[in-house]
């Protein structure tokens, strides 16, 4: 069997249902035997392979099977590594795929030549370069089995041209379905090490559970929920993490950190005396800069991860659980002596939580009703969550749209449903994202969010969604600026603007020349008919919202809240002297 066969063959017998990419001249074998295999395993061509990784990231995250994007060689790699850095940075199972120049002139300076495996190096958990067609098939397991067996993450494959020509003995070409999706396998934490944890747990008079991105890829949100509601024990989530649990749910408290947070839920884990992490790496941002917890002298810490080296990675850690979260969960819970007593305990911190929450609520309901113009991102989010069922999915670029989102858009079920690329915040994620959505839940409501300082990346997808007729919407927030940076320059800079604005342009009507039905929304009053009318229509839709700027309306980011507040008491203090 021809080398490119036994790739597709393999991908396709251990459950790849869709690839997304696009052509070059070292791939040509590869694209016969997609052509030939069309009826069995689905591509969407891209209009640029950054975008083919993005939509594979996206795809991962929603369906939990192993997200395949693939590009030719020279640029088409270079172009194809953000969407593979961020699936990575994010434990995202992604299987990447390059087609090289010929193993036979290596190092004669033919035309892509490149060192694609240190290229990748950096940004996967494995990656290859496949010299020889007889090991084409084993090498596509090992990397669906790399991907998705302990920690997911991206890996990679480097296809040399002459090697996907070549012959592989056909007995060698299988799939192992086990390996097409994360978590391929399940450990256990330590039984004793369990014990310990909920002893803990159960002593502690202020614990807080956060939970990570890990904690939704193992699908553990129900046993999180029993866990936390079943000892009335407040739930924290970073970004990746929201969903986590609902946040409807009585012990919620939300995204805590330094983007998206409530100021109510960072004093909440503040306080605490033990902190359960879950599927979390303790990064800069959940953590607000490693000031909750405090990292010294803190609170107790008890880590539950499916990856041993980020136990302990950044806080003393008095337990460390090595295992999946949703089996660690169950054990835990079970280990805990006196439930019912411990939930009583607790009872009282979480009604009074329970009151902030409401307050916090019914402020940021206030807010959402503001008929100013431009429109209030608040109105924008208020809008968007009363018009939406809960099962829809929303992709959002991680400017602006991140902290209105992760802390103004209320998840009321458990489960996937919000989409934020936060290990590297590359632009231009949402609009390619719908697209990996889409085909990862047909039937569910596909909302991107994006601001027009990220539509200019990646607005050829448009063509991407318009030719595939897909039922998205695309939310676009438009204030003519790259305003996270801009913000930066206000608060930090003394409004130094440089290097940020640029014209206004007719969004809507370069996105009707790709064929979505599109307008722009500049009155309040028309955000929600304007909405409405794009969720009713069925097709691929497009709408500009002019928002106002953060240089006025400051986005939930709790050292911007800070800053704005320190500049106000300044400011009043000159007017006063």
Request: net charge negative; charged share 20%.
């Amino acid at each position: 069997m021809q080398g490119a066969r036994a790739l597709v063959e393999t991908l396709i017998e251990s459950g790849v249902e869709d690839v997304f990419g696009l052509p070059g001249d070292t791939g040509m074998a590869f694209y016969d035997a997609l052509n030939d295999a069309r009826h069995r395993i689905g591509h969407v061509m891209t209009r640029d392979e950054r975008s083919a990784s993005f939509m594979a990231d996206v795809y991962a995250r929603v369906s939990g099977r192993v997200g395949v994007c693939e590009g030719p060689s020279g640029g088409g790699a270079t172009y194809i590594v953000p969407g593979v850095a961020e699936a990575q940075g994010s434990a995202i199972p992604l299987l990447c795929l390059t087609s090289d120049t010929p193993v036979g002139q290596q190092g004669r300076g033919v035309l892509t030549e490149l060192d694609q495996e240190s290229l990748f190096r950096p940004v996967t958990t494995w990656n290859a370069r496949v010299n020889d067609a007889a090991l084409m098939a084993d090498m596509t397991r090992r990397a669906l089995r790399m991907a998705t067996a302990g920690r997911p993450g991206a890996v990679h494959l480097s296809l040399p041209s002459d090697v996907l020509e070549g012959d592989t003995p056909d007995a060698a070409v299988y799939g192992v379905p086990t390996f097409g999706h994360a978590p391929a396998l399940r450990t256990r934490p330590d039984p004793a090490l369990v014990q310990q944890a909920a002893d803990l747990i159960a002593g502690a008079e202020r614990p807080v559970v956060v939970a990570g991105g890990g904690v939704l890829t193992s699908g553990a949100w129900e046993e999180l929920t029993a866990l936390a509601e079943g000892l009335n024990i407040p739930v924290a989530t970073s970004i990746n993490g929201k969903g986590s649990v609902a946040e409807t749910s009585t012990v919620a408290i939300g995204v805590v950190g330094g983007n998206g947070a409530r100021a109510y839920a960072n004093a909440c884990l503040g306080a605490a005396d033990l902190v359960l992490l879950i599927g979390t790496r303790t990064d800069s941002t959940t953590t607000h800069g490693w000031t909750l917890p405090t990292l010294h002298g803190g609170p107790t810490v008890v880590h539950l991860d499916v990856e041993p080296r980020e136990l302990g990675n950044n806080y003393r850690t008095i337990v460390s659980l090595a295992g999946d979260a949703k089996l660690g969960l169950i054990d835990l819970l079970a280990a805990v002596s006196g439930p019912d007593r411990v939930k009583a305990r607790n009872q009282a911190r979480i009604d009074a939580l329970g009151a902030e929450r409401d307050r916090y609520w019914a402020e940021i309901a206030a807010q959402g009703a503001s008929n100013a113009q431009p429109i209030k991102p608040q109105r924008l989010i208020r809008t968007l969550r009363a018009l939406v069922e809960d099962d829809a999915v929303i992709v959002a670029d991680p400017g602006t749209p991140t902290p209105y989102l992760a802390a103004q858009y209320e998840v009321r079920r458990a489960g996937r449903t919000t989409v934020i690329p936060r290990a590297h915040g590359g632009l231009g994620y949402a609009i390619p994202g719908v697209v990996g959505a889409a085909l990862a839940a047909p039937g569910r409501r596909i909302v991107g969010v994006t601001g027009d300082g990220s539509f200019g990346m990646s607005v050829g997808e448009l063509e991407t969604v318009s030719r595939l007729n897909l039922p998205v919407t695309i939310v676009q927030c438009s204030n003519s600026t790259f305003g996270w940076i801009k913000e930066l320059q206000h608060l930090y800079h003394g409004d130094r603007y440089f290097g940020v604005d640029f014209e206004p342009v007719d969004y809507a009507a370069i996105a009707r020349g790709f064929g979505l039905r599109a307008r722009q929304v500049v009155d309040p009053a028309d955000l929600e008919p304007a909405l409405a009318e794009a969720f009713s229509d069925g097709g691929p839709w497009f709408l500009d919202v002019v928002t106002e700027s953060q240089i006025t309306e400051t986005p939930p980011v709790a050292a911007w809240v800070a800053a704005e507040a320190a500049r106000a008491v300044a400011g009043g203090a000159r007017r006063t002297s």
